[in-house]
């Protein structure tokens, strides 16, 4: 798939090359903009700085203002000479000090090479630049220019992830709504740069005030995301879990709504660590998170509080068998666990850790308006231990009306102390 992308971007600029007929001022107006996007790297990357301090290694590129705006105003050579002088300096300054692969760099700019003769092609077939002036028409014709351009970017860059992983989410081929409004965003401040640049060339010069302040918002916005989120697995950070938690139930009463919460300890995860490394532990835990995400609803609360324990707040379970969906979110969350096997790189070679378990301690949250988020855990916890107690690798959900005792819902296979106290181990990858 990247070889094709890469070998049609070649050739469709060659071709461009052999067509083209150069102006002076087609020329200096892509130097103009190749200047542009460099400066606006180096004053970007000033800005990432600050992202970078509190541990975020990403890189917020906007350079599709410049890219689009090339595509718009000028013959697809010079716009792909434009984009290829725009991107080498970003491999050089930004994605190779990163680490970042050279094949999915060169593959995105394959990628923005063919959207831009895409979009100068819409761009050339409408009556060029100067039918921009002409009212409606010609804010549809900049509008079709722009929506081929995202279309091509955006497609070839999901079929490339799909190519790669079947089981691709919608949000892992197209990006998350936040990512695909920033693209919008840049898209549009591209076309407005075209139109300026029609006047003056001197208006690039205000381009830049808007451009940084994007650059800000996103900044600050991921730096946001990154406070609320746990590194290592992704999910909500206790702090952040416990203020939308309080939200949560305070809805709920308001709503009269059930909600029920889970807290979820990973048994003998200290032997993980211990034998094969934290790296090791890291994986695991990134495992386990993903196997409860995946057995909880999409608006279901899922956080990590330190170590190996996760909690889970479930709202609005079905009325009259809200404890029993709970149990059996529970059981599921609990047999995918011991499902899992996770290969991890050691000093020594692959490994693959299983036999992982994982105790469940559930409870229906009280509805008494006194009640807080601690309080509900406290009786959650207690569920837990006693799921520990019972030999682990198992589930109990506690009934708050008798203040934290935790009867059970049926005898669930779960209570099986010979498989439950088994601690996790670790095999050799099949060579």
């Known amino acids: 798939m990247l070889a094709v992308v890469e070998t049609l971007a070649l050739v469709l600029v060659a071709l461009s090359w052999a067509a083209l007929r150069p102006t002076v001022g087609s020329a200096v107006l892509a130097l103009v903009l190749a200047a542009s996007g460099i400066v606006h790297t180096e004053v970007a990357t000033g800005v990432e700085r600050a992202r970078r301090r509190v541990g975020e290694k990403s890189y917020t590129d906007l350079s599709t203002i410049w890219t689009f705006a090339?595509?718009?105003l000028l013959p697809a050579a010079l716009a792909s000479a434009t984009i290829t002088v725009i991107y080498t300096y970003l491999w050089f300054r930004v994605w190779k000090p990163?680490?970042?692969?050279?094949?999915?760099?060169?593959?995105?700019?394959?990628?923005?090479?063919l959207a831009a003769v895409a979009a100068r092609e819409v761009v050339e077939r409408t009556g060029g630049s100067e039918a921009w002036s002409a009212g409606v028409a010609g804010l549809a014709a900049l509008a079709c220019a722009t929506l081929v351009y995202a279309a091509v970017n955006s497609l070839l860059i999901a079929l490339a992830v799909a190519t790669s992983n079947p089981d691709a989410k919608p949000a892992d081929l197209f990006g998350h709504l936040d990512d695909v409004a920033v693209e919008v965003a840049t898209l549009c401040l591209g076309?407005?740069?075209?139109?300026?640049?029609t006047v003056s060339w001197w208006f690039v010069l205000f381009a830049f005030v808007p451009i940084l302040v994007l650059q800000r918002a996103v900044m600050f916005r991921e730096l946001a995301d990154a406070a609320t989120t746990d590194g290592k697995t992704g999910l909500l950070t206790a702090t952040a879990w416990n203020a939308r938690a309080g939200e949560a139930m305070v809805r709920a009463r308001r709503e009269?709504?059930?909600?029920?919460?889970?807290v979820l300890d990973l048994d003998h995860f200290k032997k993980v660590n211990d034998t094969h490394g934290h790296l090791a532990g890291d994986r695991v835990l990134a495992a386990v998170a993903d196997a409860v995400r995946a057995e909880v609803r999409g608006d279901d609360l899922v956080g990590r509080f330190g170590g190996e324990e996760f909690?889970?707040?479930?709202?609005?379970?079905?009325?009259?068998?809200?404890?029993?969906?709970?149990?059996?979110?529970?059981?599921?969350?609990?047999?995918?666990?011991?499902?899992?096997?996770v290969p991890v790189d050691t000093p020594d070679g692959?490994?693959?850790?299983?036999?992982?378990?994982?105790?469940?301690?559930?409870?229906?949250?009280p509805t008494a308006p006194s009640t807080t988020v601690e309080q509900a855990m406290a009786i959650a916890d207690r569920a837990l231990y006693?799921?520990?107690?019972?030999?682990?690798?198992?589930?109990?959900?506690?009934?708050?009306?008798?203040?934290g005792a935790a009867p059970q819902l049926g005898a669930p296979q779960s209570d099986r102390e010979p498989e439950a106290a088994e601690a996790p181990r670790a095999e050799p990858e099949a060579s």
């Open 70 to 72: 090339a595509a718009l």
């Open 98 to 113: 990163a680490r970042f692969p050279l094949f999915r760099h060169t593959f995105t700019t394959s990628t923005v090479l």
């Open 191 to 197: 076309a407005m740069l075209a139109l300026t640049l």
């Open 256 to 262: 009269r709504t059930s909600l029920a919460m889970l």
């Open 311 to 341: 909690v889970v707040l479930l709202p609005g379970l079905p009325a009259g068998r809200a404890a029993a969906e709970l149990h059996a979110v529970a059981e599921r969350i609990r047999q995918r666990v011991t499902t899992l096997i």
């Open 350 to 365: 692959p490994l693959s850790i299983r036999n992982l378990s994982i105790s469940v301690g559930g409870t229906m949250v």
């Open 386 to 403: 006693r799921a520990k107690d019972s030999g682990r690798n198992a589930v109990r959900i506690a009934d708050h009306s008798q203040h």
